[in-house]
Structures are given as C-alpha cells and as structure tokens.
C-alpha cells in the first residue's frame, strides 16, 4: 500500500501528526509521499506531484480541516479519503486526532465503510472541465457597478433571469458550506440533489430551488461588460465574460471518504451548528 498524504502546513498541530504519522508508517513499511508544498513544509525528499498521485497511491490522507481534505479530495480521483480534523469546524473530516491511529489501522486492513459524495463537473465554452464536491459559484465581480442579472437554464429550460450578487450550484455535501451562509436549506449527504441558492438577490421572490442531480444546469451572466468570477469550492478558476456560458452537472466522479462509525448527521449538526446548546434567557 502506497498513501498520499496532505497537510494543512499553517497549523503546527497538524505538523506534528504528520511527523508523528510517518515513524508509524515507517514501523510498519507502508509507502506514502507527500504533496510537494507538504513535503517543503516537513523537509521530506518524499513527495510527487499532486496531480500525479491518484495514479500511484492507494489512498489519501487529509492531516488539516475541511479545505485541506477538498484539495485531498480534487486529486483522489475517487480513492479513499481519511479525514483527520485539525480545523475549526470539519463538517467533512471524519476523524480527530485522537483516532487517528484507529483510523490508519482500518485503513491499512481494509477493514473501513466508505461514504461516497456526489461531485459536480462545470464546463466552459472552451471544453475545459472543473470539479468540485461543495460547490460552483459564480460571482458579480468588484468591477461592475450594477448588479448584473444571472440566467438560469434546467434542462436548457428557462428557470428564470435575475439579479444577485451571485450564484451558488451546491451538492448535498456543500450545503452547509457558502450555500448555507447565503440562506441555503441543509441537505442530508446521502440526498440526490444539488440546491441552487442566489447570493443577495435583489427579489425576495428569489429563493433557493432544490433539484434533481440528474438535472443539467447552465448559467450565463447577463451585464453590458465586466468580468465574473467562477470558483470550484471556493477557490478562483477563471473570469467569466458577459454571456459567457457555465453547464454544470453531476461529475462522473465520486468522492470516497472513509467513515467514522462513532459518527451520525445528525450529532454532527448539533456539534457544529450548537442545535444542543441552550441559549440563556436572561432570568
């Protein structure tokens, strides 16, 4: 077995797992290799390039919070992922670092349950292709000085033409993420759906649809000039032009993450969103 390993390299907790991680694979002669920035940060010879490493890697594992198991995630090319959370909020990471070692030893054994999320593939004009297990989003941009309008298109039927601030196309998974900031329901991770939440509508009439993830959506922005931002789970893949055409849809590939078994949903909602704290009431 071969692990591919990322880390978040600006939290020192998850610097030390990783060191911490190594004299255990070490003991145990399992192969890994690093990704290059990981591999600087530690001082390890060991490490290939990122896009390389689904090809040569058993598994992944994610040492950091929930952005650090998404890049993980981007180049596992549905290879199972070991989430270990060294963030703030990891709605994604399974694991803590105490069971970390719980983890590693399942994982080497093979003896793990998968949760599998559905991905979404956005593709441009141009044929170039993207993907991302949270979401695509499409923003107004800093340069335009009125609120441009965001055509819609299921089916390539009309869903409907308004203005926003943006427009943000979520799995199950990226629910709680921007879509929910921006008003957006909570999806269980199993459901197969995508929500298309707008950012800052200028409508109170325009809500949040829920979908079918069988659908084809296609976004264009309507505005005389101007550039628009197009993200992949948040980070900046291209500017968009006016009328520039975005068809999103369910990616061909999955992302497998290994499971925690002492997890559910639902203890995961009331944790991370505080659903079991009482607020005071004064008295």
């Known amino acids: 077995m071969k692990l591919a390993i990322f880390v978040n390299i600006t939290r020192e907790k998850a610097l030390e797992l990783a060191r911490e991680l190594t004299v255990w694979l070490d003991a145990r002669s399992i192969d890994y290799v690093f990704d290059p920035q990981s591999a600087k940060s530690l001082g390890s010879g060991k490490w290939e390039e990122k896009a390389d490493l689904s090809q040569h890697c058993d598994a992944f594992v994610s ?3 929930d952005g650090t198991l998404l890049l993980a995630s981007h180049y596992s090319r549905s290879k199972p992922v070991v989430g ?4 703030d909020l990891g709605f994604l990471t399974e694991f803590n670092p105490d069971e970390m070692w719980t983890a590693m030893d399942h994982l080497v054994s093979g003896n793990y349950a998968i949760h599998t999320r ?3 593939e956005a593709t441009l004009e141009s044929g170039e292709m993207l993907t991302s297990l949270n979401d695509v989003i499409i923003e107004k941009g800093s340069a335009s000085r009125r609120l ?3 055509t819609i298109l299921l089916d390539d039927e009309m869903l409907g033409s308004y203005r926003a601030d943006g ?5 199950s998974t990226g629910s709680t993420a921007y879509s929910m900031s921006a008003g957006g329901p909570i999806i269980a991770p199993k459901s197969n759906v995508f929500v298309i939440t707008p950012i800052c509508p ?4 325009v809500r949040p649809i829920v979908i079918s993830d069988d659908k084809t959506v296609k976004v264009s922005v ?3 000039s101007g550039e628009f931002p197009l993200k992949m789970d948040g980070i900046q893949k291209k500017l968009l032009l006016p009328g520039e055409v975005v068809t999103v849809k369910k990616s061909p590939y999955h992302i497998n993450l290994v499971a925690n078994e002492k997890r559910n949903y639902c203890e995961i909602l009331r944790k991370k969103l505080l659903w079991s704290h009482e607020h005071p009431t004064g008295e």
């Open 118 to 120: 559905s991905q979404l």
């Open 202 to 205: 200028h409508m109170l009439t």
């Open 167 to 171: 427009i943000i196309i979520a799995t």
């Open 222 to 224: 309507d505005s005389h």
């Open 63 to 65: 040492l950091g919070g």
């Open 84 to 87: 270990i959370n060294v963030g």
């Open 148 to 150: 441009p309008a965001f």
